[in-house]
Nanobody, 113 residues
Framework: QVQLVESGGGLVQPGGSLRLSCAASGIIVSQQRMAWYRQAPGKQRELVARITGIGGTTYVDSVKGRFAISRDNAKNTVYLQMNSLKSEDTAVYYC???????WGKGTLVTVSS
């Protein structure tokens, strides 16, 4: 049974940082392309970052240079380090196994002063 459990969201001031975690079970993350998506209120879900099995990464333009996706194979966990957060980063962030129907339940990130 595949499970993805996100954590690490919360309230942060503009310019602050958060690290999101996605703990996976039922799969081996190093053998999958894993992604973080986000959905802001009233907007469609969008791809934020993706990491391939060999560690290649891609980012949406709006987060390049601020966010970093990474993976800890020993912990079977994928991370999203978010720095220099802006109010427009406010959203529910979801972990996803690329090209599958598997999604986590999401974790809320609110960037506000």
């Amino acid at each position: 049974q595949v499970q993805l459990v996100e954590s690490g969201g919360g309230l942060v001031q503009p310019g602050g940082s958060l690290r999101l975690s996605c703990a996976a079970s039922g799969i081996i993350v190093s053998q999958q392309r894993m992604a973080w998506y986000r959905q802001a209120p009233g907007k469609q879900r969008e791809l934020v970052a993706r990491i391939t099995g060999i560690g290649g990464t891609t980012y949406v333009d709006s987060v390049k240079g601020r966010f970093a996706i990474s993976r800890d194979n020993a912990k079977n966990t994928v991370y999203l380090q978010m720095n220099s957060l802006k109010s427009e980063d406010t959203a529910v962030y979801y972990c996803h196994i690329w090209n599958t129907d598997y999604w986590g339940k999401g974790t809320l990130v609110t960037v506000s002063s």
